[in-house]
């Protein structure tokens, strides 16, 4: 009983869960508040796989025989990426509300998350104060920088936002790349490749695979939202109908997306490129399909890229797109 709600909490921390709630919300709710919240996990989630390979640090399973692992991991602990993504979605889902409930009820999920973690003995009590550290520094960044550098990003050319979305993107992957060269004589220790197997894993060779993949999906995220402000942005339909419909069809591209992947492996050049375009189909493609279907909408008065979209419409697109979610109608908070 104890032991599968802690599975749940757990979930509710994972990539599995808070990837697809996102879409949902970005695409069918409050499109302004899903791209807040993407944006800063899918930096988090970067900046994480970078630091586990910097800290290379075993999970608690791996070295004290005492401990039970309930869940069969290959990639290091340190620091806690469940208990940092629990921080930023959470915590910017209650700064958005703004409601003492909602700031406790936020607060004991994150305190659950942490625990379900060291419960399943994946994760250390330390790990999981890392975690929530960083967590916690995204957030504050996010809350405080966020006025300042959307507008300065807003009112870059188009070219110069895409620029930047790389840059930024392969700086940590260059950063894992370091990382990773670094460990170039590091072995797996006999003791943890054997508790891994004990509890159902295996052991595989350091590689930039899932790194490469989270900068990819960064990438595409930041190119995207740039592009569709450079549009005009978007808005969900009214009507019963038209929100399923619409989620219906942008899981259908994702979904099509993942089977490409599935194709092309995981190697650091495709990883980075499917993330990519899985990123520009969310943030971008999706929306631009819904408004072409109708089944949303351009918001009333928003320019459409045109000659001089990109330094016009798309920067008053992306500042309003991403700074006003806090003015949005209750029915579309997430």
């Known amino acids: 009983m104890l032991t599968g709600f802690m599975h749940l909490m757990s979930f509710l921390g994972s990539a599995a869960f808070n990837a697809p709630l996102l879409m949902i919300v970005y695409w ?3 499109p302004r508040a899903g791209a807040r919240i993407a944006v800063v996990l899918s930096l988090g989630s970067v ?32 620091p806690s990426g469940h208990a ?3 921080v930023v979605a959470w915590g910017m889902a209650a700064a958005r509300v703004r409601r003492r409930p909602v700031w406790a009820g936020a607060a004991a999920v994150v305190v659950l998350i942490g625990a379900s973690r060291v419960y399943l003995g994946v994760h250390s009590p330390g790990q999981v104060l890392a975690g929530w550290a960083i967590g916690a520094a995204l957030l504050a960044a996010a809350l405080v920088l966020e006025p300042l550098l959307v507008p300065w990003w807003a009112r870059r050319p188009i ?11 392969t700086g940590f992957l260059a950063g894992a790349q370091a990382a990773l060269e670094a460990l170039r004589d590091w072995t797996w220790p006999a003791a943890w490749e054997r508790a891994i197997a004990a509890a159902g894993g295996g052991v595989h060779p350091l590689t930039l695979d899932e790194c490469a993949a989270a900068s990819g999906g960064l990438f595409g995220l930041l190119a995207g939202l740039s ?34 992947g599935l194709f092309l492996g995981t190697r650091p050049v495709p990883g980075f490129a499917v993330h990519a375009l899985l990123g520009l189909w969310i943030a971008a493609g999706a929306p631009e399909t819904f408004v072409r279907l109708r089944l949303a909408a351009r918001p009333a008065g928003r320019p459409t890229g045109g000659a001089t979209g990109g330094a016009t419409g798309g920067a008053g697109g992306i500042t309003r797109a991403v700074t006003r979610a806090g003015g949005e109608r209750a029915g579309q908070r997430p």
């Open 28 to 30: 069918c709710v409050s």
């Open 47 to 78: 900046l994480n796989t970078m630091l586990k390979l910097v800290f290379h640090a075993p999970r608690p399973y791996w070295t004290d025989p005492s401990v039970i692992g309930r869940e069969p991991i290959d990639s290091f602990g340190m």
């Open 84 to 86: 940092q993504n629990s």
């Open 159 to 169: 070219g110069v936002q895409l620029a930047l979305a790389l840059a930024v993107s």
């Open 227 to 260: 592009l569709l402000a450079r549009r005009g942005w978007f808005r969900p339909a009214d009507g019963w109908w038209r929100r399923p419909a619409a989620l219906a069809a942008g899981l259908a591209g994702a979904l099509a997306i993942y089977t490409l």
